[in-house]
């Protein structure tokens, strides 16, 4: 492979990253005698760095790149909305980008979810989506309703308000006060489930589901606006849902007048083999939210695709279209007159017209080339692939869905037993990481909950790719057991 830069090219690189460059979530100082990585192009489900070595993109940059890298057609159709129309706000106007892929996005989503609240990352949809319900309840005479639920150890991003429903006491603590009213609930890690459900996946998944009830009920369910979930927990490595959870966790929320929030920001557009998580789960959310793969990464974009019931209060709909009617008896409660409130919410670049564009070519790539059918056709092979690795001592638990999955490591597989601090630090820190990246592989270690290595590969990858990561795991995982 010829080398895209020179030395001295590579050199000056090095020297303005270091100077000023601040790279996000990342302990700067750990390139104070080392390079920073740059990765100058991808192609596929490759990118390649400013050496010319090549690396399988096994986390699809950061559960973004859905169609892979270096797709041309997205890349004009960005430039033709460019040149076109660049920039307009959403603020009391429209242009006909957003309102082409707001349609698109209303057609493909389950059930009345069909208002789309543009925004311009996953962070900011999970907080529009708090902000909506905490308002959306003021408007029809519940104030008192502002709480959240969360799982565990999930993540729901980082600006304030996401990082109150965020379930990760380590990265909370250093912003704290937050805002008030997070709350957590179990997570479904049935690899950890507590000892009294750990033989039935499905007792597990009812005593997870029936603890968000206890949860509501202990706060009082007057405060309680919503609950976020989402269909396949990212944080702590890809917690699927056991069997029955989450029509259980339906049917609690309606009792209680509590909204469900499924937050798809990294389980949306093909991951696990649906436009939505919630359609592999079965279940329906009164709010979907929305980012990353919606784009495939090539513009930023995201949002929240809410039902009709929540936009009555805000909505220029007559009375007559009967929605009314349904919208007191699910609540209980009389409500103000359709059109007396405003959202009193906006995020300038939100709905970006190229972004837009993009996400309509992006779409397009996914019927043309059917990735949600190859995803669904070859999961399982997927699956059967990285299974292969628990033949390794440092291999406790392989699990996920589609075409995302988390390997959990351990110290001792038959008791399960975890690696404390100092351990996950020298094996995530000062080998795993760097050493699966060296052998060209990008994925993720990560000790947020136990020690775990995450796969997220684009959409397009086959069983080639399947194998390659594989090999690559095996090997450096290999290493890292005689570093214990």
Request: glycine residues 10%; negative net charge; proline residues 6%.
């Amino acid at each position: 492979m010829s080398t895209p830069y020179g030395p001295d090219e590579i050199a000056a690189l090095q020297e303005k990253a270091k100077r000023h460059l601040w790279l996000h979530f990342t302990r700067m100082s750990s390139y104070a005698a080392a390079d920073v990585p740059v990765i100058v192009r991808g192609h596929g489900p490759y990118v390649y760095d400013q050496h010319g070595k090549r690396y399988l993109d096994g986390l699809a940059g950061l559960f973004v790149s859905q169609i892979g890298h270096g797709r041309t057609e997205v890349a004009e159709a960005a430039a033709r909305q460019a040149s076109e129309l660049a920039y307009f706000p959403l603020w009391s106007y429209a242009h006909p980008q957003a309102i082409a892929l707001a349609d698109r996005l209303a057609a493909l989503a389950p059930g009345d979810l069909n208002r789309v609240f543009f925004t311009t990352s996953g962070s900011e949809a999970v907080e529009s989506a708090w902000k909506l319900a905490k308002q959306y309840f003021r408007s029809i005479g519940q104030p008192t309703r502002y709480k959240v639920l969360s799982r565990s150890i999930a993540y729901h991003g980082t600006s304030m308000g996401a990082l109150a429903i965020t379930g990760l006491p380590g990265i909370k603590e250093p912003f704290e006060p937050l805002p008030a009213g997070g709350v957590r609930v179990p997570n479904t890690n049935f690899y950890r489930a507590p000892e009294f459900v750990s033989a039935d996946e499905t007792a597990f998944g009812v005593w997870a589901a029936d603890e968000i009830e206890r949860a509501i009920l202990r706060e009082g369910p007057e405060s309680v606006a919503a609950v976020f979930l989402e269909p396949c927990q990212n944080s702590g490595g890809c917690f699927p849902p056991p069997p029955g959870y989450f029509p259980r966790v339906r049917e609690i929320c309606d009792r209680h007048g509590v909204l469900l929030v499924s937050d798809e920001v990294i389980c949306a557009f093909g991951r696990l083999g649906y436009y939505f998580g919630c359609e592999r789960y079965g279940y329906q959310p009164d709010i979907i939210t929305f980012a990353k793969g919606v784009t495939s990464g090539y513009a930023p974009l995201g949002g929240m695709l809410v039902s009709d019931r929540l936009m009555e209060p805000f909505s220029f709909r007559d009375r007559a279209a009967g929605g009314h009617e349904h919208h007191r008896q699910f609540h209980g409660a009389e409500t103000a007159a359709d059109g007396q409130h405003t959202f009193l919410h906006g995020v300038t670049f939100a709905g970006h017209p190229v972004s837009c564009a993009v996400a309509m070519a992006n779409l397009d790539v996914f019927e043309k080339e059917d990735l949600l059918g190859n995803v669904r056709a070859r999961e399982g092979a997927f699956r059967s692939t990285l299974e292969k690795l628990t033949n390794l001592p440092i291999v406790g638990d392989v699990r996920g869905d589609g075409y995302f999955y988390g390997i959990e490591l351990v110290k001792d597989k038959a008791t399960r037993l975890t690696f404390d601090d100092d351990e996950s630090e020298r094996l995530l820190r000062g080998f795993l990481s760097h050493a699966l990246f060296d052998a060209g592989l990008v994925c993720r270690a990560d000790d947020r909950g136990d020690p775990v290595i995450q796969l997220s590969p684009p959409l397009i990858c086959t069983q080639e790719h399947f194998d390659e990561m594989e090999q690559i795991l095996r090997a450096v995982l290999t290493e890292a057991w005689t570093r214990i």
